[in-house]
T-cell receptor, first 114, second 110 residues
Framework: DAGVIQSPRHEVTEMGQEVTLRCKPISGHDYLFWYRQTMMRGLELLIYFNNNVPIDDSGMPEDRFSAKMPNASFSTLKIQPSEPRDSAVYFC????????????FGPGTRLTVT | DQQVKQNSPSLSVQEGRISILNCDYTNSMFDYFLWYKKYPAEGPTFLISISSIKDKNEDGRFTVFLNKSAKHLSLHIVPSQPGDSAVYFCAATGTYKYIFGTGTRLKVLA
């Protein structure tokens, strides 16, 4: 298996622009998670899905952030409009609902908003 | 409110010696704890875990200890190797939702 795939790996954009991050989970996994990593707050959970349905989005910082999972093999995290404070590394992770709690992370997208 | 805390942002250890990474949590509902390891430009990878019904779990050079009364867990690496140099995150969960600490950067000196 190729593991969790994220694109792009790096994104540089100007303040006010729309940014879309993409994730393909491991085939067969039914949980998908979006995290943001910053120096100050470490790894923060933004939102997670179960069987394509958003379960908990309490970590989404504000209305500028939105996430979708139209099918079992694809999810997006969108920031509109982007701000410099959104600069961080965004990770997607997936897991099975078999009772094993291990999550498998993608390589991350480094977002820089200037 | 930081429910999972890693109070040491960095740690340096000599090769061959023991590395001890610490983690504290506040929520007594957490029943499963994990350690993840992260290299630069890569996603975190699972290292070792422990259920709240145990106080120790060992996997090769890695051992995790859980002290429920103190709400404290630690990761021991013996012996430490240069390839262990990475950022280590502890995480706690009571569901599928993980709460991560801020990480400890371990540097193993050759």
């Amino acid at each position: 298996d190729a593991g969790v795939i994220q694109s792009p790996r790096h994104e540089v954009t100007e303040m006010g622009q729309e940014v879309t991050l993409r994730c393909k989970p491991i085939s067969g996994h039914d949980y998908l998670f979006w995290y943001r990593q910053t120096m100050m707050r470490g790894l923060e959970l933004l939102i997670y899905f179960n069987n394509n349905v958003p379960i908990d989005d309490s970590g989404m910082p504000e209305d500028r952030f939105s996430a979708k999972m139209p099918n079992a093999s694809f999810s997006t995290l969108k920031i509109q409009p982007s701000e410099p404070r959104d600069s961080a590394v965004y990770f997607c992770a997936s897991s099975l609902s078999s009772g094993v709690y291990e999550q498998y992370f993608g390589p991350g997208t480094r977002l820089t908003v200037t | 409110d930081q429910q999972v805390k890693q109070n040491s942002p960095s740690l340096s250890v000599q090769e061959g010696r023991i590395s001890i990474l610490n983690c504290d949590y506040t929520n007594s509902m957490f029943d499963y704890f994990l350690w993840y390891k992260k290299y630069p430009a890569e996603g975190p990878t699972f290292l070792i875990s422990i259920s709240s019904i145990k106080d120790k779990n060992e996997d090769g050079r890695f051992t995790v200890f859980l002290n429920k009364s103190a709400k404290h867990l630690s990761l021991h690496i013996v012996p430490s190797q240069p390839g262990d140099s990475a950022v280590y995150f502890c995480a706690a969960t009571g569901t599928y939702k993980y709460i991560f600490g801020t990480g400890t950067r371990l540097k193993v000196l050759a």
